[in-house]
């Protein structure tokens, strides 16, 4: 497609339900990002995907959270048990990295998924 | 680990003055490195980056960064603010993945 797509846009859900938010890269972008915008926290790093290798996961904060990144597009982002702590706005972006480009590659952010628990 | 550090969540200036965003940068290796701009309701885009080569660059919108390794620092100006200016601003730095600062909300003043 010709940006980053994601969805919902709003979730709204009750604490202790599972959510799953949809990104949707640019087509042929071989890194893919999650992170998530807190009032207050800035970006936080929450997992990586780039090609065949191993995802970064580093920055997800507890085993409720998991992403997993299907035939290399489309990734999900799932929050399992949700605690009104995981309410913010959950960005994807996605970049095309080459050994050229390598770290010099400009991220291309979805709009987000604003995740709301009661 | 590479990570970046803005200081100042919120900046004010008045509208003609010169704009400072501050930004320091840690990392084992030469970095690369970004300013990201959020526009009230928008989604995050592109300003300008430092991969190698001229270490002052230039933006969008009129802005720049310059890049000090002795500083280790990657501070963003504008000459004169404009109203336009008001948004959010992350500075980033590029190694196997991306990673952020906490960001700096500019306020412009009439």
């Known amino acids: 497609g010709a940006g980053v797509s994601q969805s919902p846009s709003n979730k709204v859900t009750e604490k202790g339900k599972d959510v799953e938010l949809r990104c949707d890269p640019i087509?042929?972008?071989?890194?893919l990002y999650w992170y998530r915008q807190s009032l207050g926290q800035g970006l936080e790093f929450l997992i990586y995907?780039?090609?065949?290798?191993?995802?970064?996961k580093s920055g997800l904060p507890s085993d409720r959270f998991s992403a997993e990144r299907t035939g290399g597009s489309v990734s999900t982002l799932t929050i399992q048990r949700t605690q009104q702590e995981d309410s913010a706005v959950y960005l994807c972006?996605?970049?095309?990295?080459?050994?050229?480009?390598?770290?010099?590659?400009?991220?291309?952010f979805g709009a987000g998924s604003r995740l709301t628990v009661l | 680990a590479q990570s970046v550090t803005q200081l100042g969540s919120h900046v004010s200036v008045s509208e003609g003055a010169l704009v400072l965003l501050r930004c320091n940068y840690s990392?084992?290796?030469?970095?690369?490195l970004f300013w990201y701009v959020q526009y009230p309701n928008q989604g995050l885009q592109l300003l300008l980056k430092?991969?190698?080569?001229?270490?002052l660059v230039k933006g969008i919108n009129g802005f720049e960064a310059e890049f000090k390794k002795s500083e280790t620092s990657f501070h963003l100006t504008k000459p004169s603010a404009h109203m336009s200016d008001a948004a959010e601003y992350f500075c980033?730095?590029?190694?196997?993945?991306?990673?952020f600062g906490a960001g700096t909300r500019l306020t412009v003043k009439p």
């Open positions: 980033a730095v590029s190694g196997r993945d991306m990673r």
């Open positions: 087509s042929g972008h071989t890194a």
């Open positions: 995907f780039q090609g065949n290798s191993a995802p970064d």
């Open positions: 972006a996605s970049s095309l990295v080459s050994s050229r480009t390598r770290g010099a590659n400009v991220l291309t």
């Open positions: 990392s084992s290796v030469p970095p690369y």
């Open positions: 430092y991969t190698t080569g001229a270490t």
